[in-house]
């Protein structure tokens, strides 16, 4: 990160801007296709591109057969380079063409990296094709044996060979390797290698003349190739102007990073074009961490190679976010992606509850419903693990227990919800039992007072839960948790004998932005639901988040979690960020402000109604993350430490201490809060 840089700026926050590149061709006019990469590469650097990737054999043309030993083609060529190399003094990216090249005895196709007026080094191709249209082998030599060289190119000195990797030193984590074309297609590719050596973005200039179904082969190879590598994937294929003597091209371009598609253009353009993304250095630095393995096969593999140095010098200035950034990194955009998501997070709790209540004898599930979300999809997943062994539903023991500020549309919601499932439904006054505790411990409230203090809240809360237990014992049950990731997050459960605990928690790994597309998924399959459930589950959906606690105001505004705790759509943005990819908090806020800037910016999950559709600005933000960190890393750890078994759902992690998340219940947050407010700016 570099700390000179206005808070505002992408490159401040670990990402770096990456371009693949496709150009218009002259065949085997060096200065007309310089002429061509220049104006694409000014374009880029007016956008702030750290690196430009132009396709394979750009400065000739890949399709000019014998035309490549021609002394004048090449030749012409070296002069290019050497323009080229000075033309980059007054440009901000990292120019990255393609050239065949003399060395010693043999010509080479090269990816030729240039930076503000030096040659940096140059990689030749590694793994020549001579089969089917290719013809390699008759013009250049394989690179793979060049390791440690170094090449002249007119008057310009430079490193050669494949083992080449070319490191930013103000722009932490941006470490280059160029291959070219083919050499993606072998089992192990030199990419393989250069990212086992500290390679973060890869970068692949190709020649790839296009046949039916070979442009998604060659996104299927770049998608792998970033998710094993840990990586970003830039590709830039020839296009236009390539000769069509024997093959066409479609000019296709793309950026993957760790699996993820986060540009592409057009292919067959009818002019220049590429692909801009901000890749993320902190999530591929992060996933090395913490994917031990990765590093354990450089140790089997022993990669050699050299590095280059250069500076970007990013601009202190804010130039946008160029990526998908989801609000609700929990819940995609795509409605297919949606759909797949639901259907496996229902199945795994479905299954992990399954197994648990065969493994244990068939117990009946014993459940409290309080008409509020999460009680009611752990009651539909309850019912189809129930339909899935055969068993009654009428064997589900669902129990509503009002208390001193349930409401009545709750209230009947749960009712409601249990008789459409077809579950067993009694009703239970907790306000005796909780009155009784309340004189007991000398409580004002006992008395008359309107004392509606955490002593208060806690002793319904524990009453709930000690009588669900009871009645587990009583009939043979298990008691189903109903509680969320993001409460288990926050610490917003009550300990012991309240919602943290459980005989199996099904909801632990379910976030509770996640939730209600759980249900609008359940409502929207017919999982064992009729319509009469379906209204019941809309209604639901439409009632505000509240642990009901507390009794209504004066203004009949019952307590309501989100105004008291902050929402739920900041604090699963920061759980995201802070468990899969341990970012920084001025991160996490630079994040968010861009994701919820404005209602209108960016997809919204299917479904999300349109009147709810908000914004947060950036001192929202980080009102709301303050209070995140110091719940999750100061506070919640304890109960957290102590929770029931659940299956994990989302890949983000869970923060089970026998899963994913492992912490000391007695830490602060001290050093999250103090580099948030040394990273924000003046308010």
Not at 116 to 138: I, Q
Not at 301 to 311: C, G, K
Not at 405 to 426: C, M, P, Q
Request: contains cysteine.
């Amino acid at each position: 990160m570099s700390n000179s840089l206005p808070f505002e700026s992408a490159y401040r926050h670990g990402f770096a801007r990456v371009a693949a590149c496709t150009v218009p061709v002259a065949i085997a006019d060096p200065a007309a296709n310089a002429d061509a990469i220049l104006e694409t590469a000014r374009e880029c650097s007016e956008d702030a591109v750290a690196v430009a990737v132009f396709p394979e054999l750009s400065l000739t043309g890949y399709a000019i057969d014998d035309l490549v030993m021609q002394d004048a083609v090449l030749d012409a060529v070296v002069v290019q380079i050497e323009r080229l190399v000075e033309a980059s003094e007054d440009l901000f990216p990292v120019l990255v063409v393609g050239a065949p090249l003399r060395h010693r005895n043999r010509l080479y196709n090269c990816a030729v990296v240039i930076h503000r007026g030096e040659l940096l080094g140059v990689a030749p191709k590694s793994y020549l094709p001579t089969y089917r249209e290719f013809y390699e082998r008759r013009w250049y030599a394989p690179g793979d044996d060049q390791r440690g060289e170094d090449i002249r190119v007119g008057s310009l000195e430079a490193p050669f060979g494949p083992d080449l990797l070319f490191a930013s030193l103000d722009v932490p984590g941006l470490v280059l390797h160029a291959e070219v074309c083919e050499d993606v297609w072998v089992p192990i590719p030199p990419s393989s290698e250069a990212a086992l050596a500290g390679a973060t973005v890869l970068l692949n200039l190709s020649g790839s003349p296009i046949t039916i179904a070979r442009a998604e082969d060659r996104k299927d190879l770049a998608q792998s190739q970033s998710l094993r590598c840990l990586a970003a994937y830039a590709y830039a294929a020839a296009g236009m102007g390539e000769s069509t003597n024997d093959v066409s091209w479609d000019g296709q371009t793309f950026v993957y990073e760790g699996g993820v598609l986060l540009a592409e253009t057009e292919r067959f353009p009818d002019g220049p074009r590429s692909s801009v993304a901000d890749i993320d250095l902190d999530r591929l630095r992060q996933d090395r961490l913490r994917q031990g393995t990765f590093d354990d096969n450089r140790r089997t593999h022993q990669p050699l190679f050299r590095t280059v140095h250069f500076e970007l010098d990013p601009p202190a200035a804010d130039i946008g976010l160029l990526r998908p950034l989801d609000r609700f990194p929990f819940v995609p955009d795509d409605p297919a992606r949606l759909a797949q998501d639901c259907y496996e997070a229902f199945n795994i709790q479905v299954s992990g509850l399954m197994q648990r209540l065969q493994a244990i004898g068939s117990p009946k599930p014993v459940i409290g419903v309080s008409g509020g979300l999460d009680s009611t999809h752990a009651l539909l997943v309850v019912a189809r693990a129930m339909d899935r062994m055969g068993r009654p539903r009428s064997d589900i023991l669902a129990y509503t227990m009002p208390g001193f500020a349930t409401s009545d549309h709750t209230k009947s919601n749960a009712i409601a919800l249990a008789e459409s499932v077809g579950a067993s439904i009694e009703t239970i006054d907790i306000r005796p039992a909780a009155t009784e505790i309340l004189q007991g411990i000398g409580h004002p409230f006992a008395d008359g007072e309107p004392v509606y203090d955490v002593t208060f809240e806690n002793v319904q809360a524990g009453i709930r839960t000690d009588f669900l237990f009871r009645l587990a014992n009583q009939n043979g049950g298990l008691v189903i948790g109903t509680s969320d990731l993001s409460e288990l997050a926050l610490g917003w459960a009550t300990y012991g004998v309240g919602d943290q605990m459980s005989h199996y928690a099904v909801n632990a790994g379910v976030p509770k932005t996640l939730i209600q597309h759980l249900i609008r998924y359940v409502i929207s399959t017919g999982e064992g639901v009729d319509s009469r459930e379906a209204d019941v589950l809309q209604s639901v959906l439409d009632t505000e988040i509240s642990p009901e606690l507390v009794p209504a105001g004066q203004d009949g505004k019952l307590q309501s979690t989100e105004d008291r705790i902050g929402p739920y759509a900041l604090h699963d943005f920061a759980l995201f960020h802070v468990l899969r990819y341990g970012f920084r908090p001025s991160k996490i806020a630079f994040l968010a402000s861009r994701a919820w800037s404005h209602p209108d910016a960016g997809a919204w999950p299917p479904g999300f109604p349109d009147e709810d559709r908000y914004a947060y600005d950036l001192p929202t933000v980080a009102k709301w993350l303050r209070v995140f960190l110091q719940r999750y890393f100061a506070f919640a750890q304890f109960k957290r430490s102590a929770i029931p078994n659940g299956p994990k759902v989302s890949p983000a992690g869970s923060l089970s201490p026998r899963g994913d998340w492992r912490a000391p219940s007695d830490g602060n947050a001290a050093v999250w809060l103090a580099e948030l407010d040394a990273t924000l700016p003046p308010a």
